[in-house]
C-alpha cells in the first residue's frame, strides 16, 4: 500500500469519527432548555462550551476533507506554501497536515 493509500484510510477514519463528534454537539445544542431558570443558566454555560468544541471539530474537519482532496489531486505530502516536501514524521503524526515544518513554525506565534 502506498503511504497516500494508508493516508487515505487514516484521513477517512478521521473524517467519520468527526463527523460523528459534529452531530454529537449539534444534537446537544438542538435540546431545548430546562424550564428551571437556574438550571438553564448551566445549560447555557454547557451550550457554550458545546459551541467551542463544535467550532474546533469543524476545522479539524474541513482540514482533513481538504487533506483527502489533495490526494485526489496527487499534492498530499507536499507543503500548500512552499511546495517543499512535508516530512513522513510529520504527515505520520498529522495525517492533515498542509505545511512543512518550517512553513508551520512560520505561522505559529511566538510568545
Known sequence: MTDSAAA???????????????ARVERDLGEPLNADSSEQAVEL???????GEGILVARELASVRRALGRIEQGSYGECVR?????????????????LCIACAS?????G
Open 8 to 22: 487515505k484510510i487514516r484521513l477517512q477514519a478521521m473524517q467519520a469519527e468527526l463527523e460523528q463528534r459534529l
Open 45 to 51: 454555560s454547557d451550550d457554550e462550551v458545546l459551541e
Open 82 to 98: 512552499c511546495g517543499a516536501d512535508i516530512a513522513p514524521g510529520r504527515l505520520e503524526a498529522r495525517p492533515e497536515a498542509a
Open 106 to 110: 512560520a505561522e505559529t506565534p511566538r
